[in-house]
Nanobody, 118 residues
Framework: QVQLAESGGGLVQAGGSLRLSCVVS????????LGWYRQAPGKQRELVAT???????DYADSVKGRFTISRDDAKNTVYLQMNSLKPEDTAVYIC????????????WGQGTQVTVSS
């Protein structure tokens, strides 16, 4: 049973910063990629940032230059540093983990709410 627990969300004014954390626990295989997605009410889940083993990253165009993803494999944790937040960043941020040899997009966290006010 794989568990992903996000934390760090909250209310922040535009221009502020938040740091999200996601800890993977339970049955853990060899991790390929860790990532952050977000979902606003009435919208589909969208990719925010991912990091593969080895450090290669991918960011949504809307967050490039503002968000930074990092991971600590020893702690099975992925982080998302969010700077210069905008109201359009408001969403539930959800953690995802991909394991080698297992299909992607299976394991997700419950999400943490990020609300950016103007």
């Amino acid at each position: 049973q794989v568990q992903l627990a996000e934390s760090g969300g909250g209310l922040v004014q535009a221009g502020g910063s938040l740091r999200l954390s996601c800890v993977v626990s339970g049955t853990i295989f060899e991790i390929n990629a860790l990532g952050w997605y977000r979902q606003a009410p009435g919208k589909q889940r969208e990719l925010v940032a991912t990091m593969r083993s080895g450090g290669n990253t991918d960011y949504a165009d809307s967050v490039k230059g503002r968000f930074t993803i990092s991971r600590d494999d020893a702690k099975n944790t992925v982080y998302l540093q969010m700077n210069s937040l905008k109201p359009e960043d408001t969403a539930v941020y959800i953690c995802n983990v991909d394991f080698w040899g297992i299909p992607d997009y299976i394991y997700w966290g419950q999400g943490t709410q990020v609300t950016v006010s103007s």
